[in-house]
């Protein structure tokens, strides 16, 4: 897959996310690629697996999605999703090369100044860092509401 290709799938489907997350009494900081893709589309995922490491999820469940007053069956989906700061910062090289609209682009500089602030594995935080990380994901999150015109 050419890193054109790879864009263009990202752009349509893909998601750069920075989050927090809750195990036992601790709380960490994560920074997140994903891409989800119906059940059929697994091929395109694997391929891009192939070129950026992360792992495939299968989720089996038919759901309900409620749209336009009706009731439909969502497909079974497939996620792949990627966690690895080096894995990360490779995706960012990928799609910092590519013209994107303010708002994306935006994301995309905030998203990779989060993944600088993370420690080497079993590293520390810095004085202050995990403030600095907690204010950019709500500053994504601020981008990514819904402003009315």
């Given at each position: ?9 990202f752009?349509?489907?893909g ?23 119906r059940r059929?589309?697994i ?8 070129r ?10 038919l ?27 490779e995706i ?20 990779l ?19 600095i990380m ?16």
């Open positions: 897959m050419t890193d054109e290709e790879f864009r263009g799938y752009m349509g489907e998601y750069l996310g920075c989050h927090t997350y809750h195990r036992k009494d601790k709380t960490f900081l994560r920074a997140v690629a994903k891409i989800s893709l059929d589309d091929e395109v995922l694997k391929v891009i697996q192939k950026f490491g992360g792992h495939l999820f299968n989720d089996n469940h759901r309900s999605v409620v749209g336009n007053n009706k009731i439909y069956k969502r497909n079974p989906m497939t996620m792949w999703i990627c966690v690895s700061k080096r894995e990360l910062l960012g090289k990928v799609l910092s090369k590519t013209q994107l609209p303010a708002k994306k682009m935006k994301e995309l500089s905030l998203w100044k989060f993944i600088n602030l993370i420690p080497k594995r079993g590293g520390r935080y810095k004085r202050g860092q995990r403030e907690l204010r950019i994901i709500d500053e994504l999150k601020q981008i990514r509401k819904y402003k009315e015109l």
